[in-house]
């Protein structure tokens, strides 16, 4: 830097130095010796308006980096938040698949229980069929005793009544041995 602005300052000093170090692979930029006023004025305004547009671009770039960081944030916001839907979902698929094998569990139960049931009503409707089997039995047995008994009382009835009628009576029988004795 300070080889630089020693070389502005003394411009013929860079002349010469320009030519000796055309060997080396040095550059020197001639900035004309001379400035007018107006010359001046205008390069500070072109400065000014230089560091302006500098100033500018950096705010530029300062808005645009501002921007990509909120972007950012809402972008890991929205990242985060995508990352807990996936797990609640994911929550809710496993509480899901639970509550499914549970059922998938009670339900092949039921249909145990229900084939059991059905079998054990298989064997009550046999139950039943013998017992209203040996109840038509007993039935028909009843009825035919029912209708011994009938005719046995029948019988006994007409016995008793031809015992009455051909027996004598106690009131003969004594009629019959006083005339005897007599």
């Known amino acids: 830097m300070v080889w630089t602005e020693q070389q502005i300052k003394e411009p013929s000093t860079a002349r010469t130095s320009e030519k000796a170090s055309k060997n080396q692979l040095v550059r020197i930029v001639n900035f004309p010796t001379v400035v007018s006023e107006d010359s001046a004025s205008s390069i500070a305004d072109e400065a000014i308006a230089a560091l302006e547009l500098v100033s500018e671009a950096a705010k530029g770039v300062k808005c645009a980096e501002d921007r990509a960081a909120e972007s950012m944030a809402r972008a890991q916001t929205l990242a ?7 797990r609640l979902l994911q929550s809710r698929i496993e509480r899901a698949e639970e509550a499914k094998r549970q059922a998938d569990a009670e339900l092949a139960e039921n249909k145990a229980d229900n084939e059991k049931l059905r079998n054990e009503l298989k064997e009550a409707d046999a139950r039943i069929a013998d017992q209203e089997n040996v109840l038509a039995t007993a039935e028909r047995r009843a009825s035919v005793a029912e209708k011994r008994a009938n005719d046995a009382e029948a019988a006994l009835k007409r ?11 106690s009131h003969e029988v004594a009629a019959t041995k006083q005339a005897a004795t007599s």
């Open 80 to 86: 985060n938040d995508a990352v807990d839907n996936v």
């Open 159 to 169: 016995l008793t009544h031809a015992i009455r009628t051909q027996l004598p009576t």
